[in-house]
């Protein structure tokens, strides 16, 4: 069971970090998304870190 959500949490932080890229390579990125994707994915991060 732990390893299953740990794996989803994986799967979830490398899912943004795919729409970050994909914003930031957009002819006129959106900052305020960008930040919003980020502070999800260091809010999983650090929960991938205390499992």
Known sequence: MISTHLDALQDRHAG?????????????PDSTRIQT???EKLRIKEEISTS
Request: glycine residues 0%.
């Open 16 to 28: 943004l970090e795919r729409k970050i890229r994909q914003e930031q390579t957009r002819p006129v």
């Open 37 to 39: 994707l980020k502070r």
